[in-house]
């Protein structure tokens, strides 16, 4: 009797953990999608008008911050540590999708470490491929880092849309009356 209550003990701890786990990841998709198709449909946000996004986000965070995690821990008011860590992990491993990218065509990864390795070797390619593959240049969106309630993000974006043109900027976002609304806006960089 002792071993089967152990192993019903030990199931309901799995099921109730890894469902926690589950309901966490799927409402981290469903808002980070509900704040890209926001984002995106904003025909007043300069960064926007490009035709290419990159499939991972180009801007180093890191310059923000020498201690990005902790300053997001408290730009977002984070409490719970494993909260925070698992954020972190999604920012860092985030890549663009078909869905999220709205139409625009995506740059992969693969295809700018090919033009890194022909500037590496002389050939500036990027550029002039640029120019007549991508009208405005790219842009660039992390994803967002939510707080545990979902209803505060902080995201980057940015673009580039000539070899001395760019900028962009990190903001928080806030959850309010059913809109994500900027609350700040941070570092911005204008090239």
Same mark, same amino acid.
């Given at each position: 009797?002792?071993?089967?209550?152990?192993?019903?003990?030990?199931?309901?701890?799995?099921?109730?953990?890894?469902?926690?786990?589950?309901?966490?990841?799927?409402?981290?998709?469903?808002?980070?999608?509900?704040?890209?198709?926001?984002?995106?449909?904003?025909?007043?946000?300069?960064?926007?008008?490009?035709?290419?996004?990159?499939?991972?986000?180009?801007?180093?965070?890191?310059?923000?911050?020498?201690?990005?995690?902790?300053?997001?821990?408290?730009?977002?008011?984070?409490?719970?540590?494993?909260?925070?860590?698992?954020?972190?992990?999604?920012?860092?491993?985030?890549?663009?999708?078909?869905?999220?990218?709205?139409?625009?065509?995506?740059?992969?990864?693969?295809?700018?470490? $090919?033009?890194?390795?022909?500037?590496?070797?002389?050939?500036?390619?990027?550029?002039?491929?640029?120019?007549?593959?991508?009208?405005?240049?790219?842009?660039?969106?992390?994803?967002?880092?939510?707080?545990?309630?979902?209803? $505060?993000?902080?995201?980057?974006?940015?673009?580039?849309?000539?070899?001395?043109?760019?900028?962009?900027?990190?903001?928080?976002?806030?959850?309010?009356?059913?809109?994500?609304?900027?609350?700040?806006?941070?570092?911005?960089?204008?090239?």
């Amino acid at each position: 009797m002792k071993k089967h209550l152990g192993h019903i003990l030990i199931l309901i701890f799995i099921l109730h953990f890894g469902c926690r786990e589950n309901i966490s990841e799927n409402l981290d998709k469903e808002k980070t999608n509900e704040l890209f198709t926001q984002i995106i449909n904003d025909s007043t946000d300069h960064f926007l008008d490009s035709s290419c996004i990159s499939e991972k986000t180009k801007f180093l965070y890191t310059i923000i911050t020498p201690d990005f995690d902790n300053f997001i821990k408290m730009e977002l008011d984070i409490k719970q540590e494993t909260h925070l860590k698992k954020q972190l992990e999604l920012f860092r491993n985030f890549q663009i999708t078909e869905k999220l990218a709205f139409g625009r065509n995506i740059i992969s990864e693969l295809e700018f470490k $090919k033009f890194a390795s022909d500037a590496e070797n002389g050939n500036n390619s990027f550029w002039p491929w640029l120019d007549s593959n991508c009208e405005n240049g790219y842009l660039s969106i992390s994803k967002p880092i939510f707080n545990e309630t979902f209803d $505060k993000a902080f995201i980057v974006i940015g673009s580039i849309s000539g070899r001395k043109s760019g900028g962009g900027e990190t903001r928080i976002y806030q959850f309010k009356n059913g809109k994500w609304t900027i609350e700040k806006t941070e570092f911005e960089w204008i090239s």
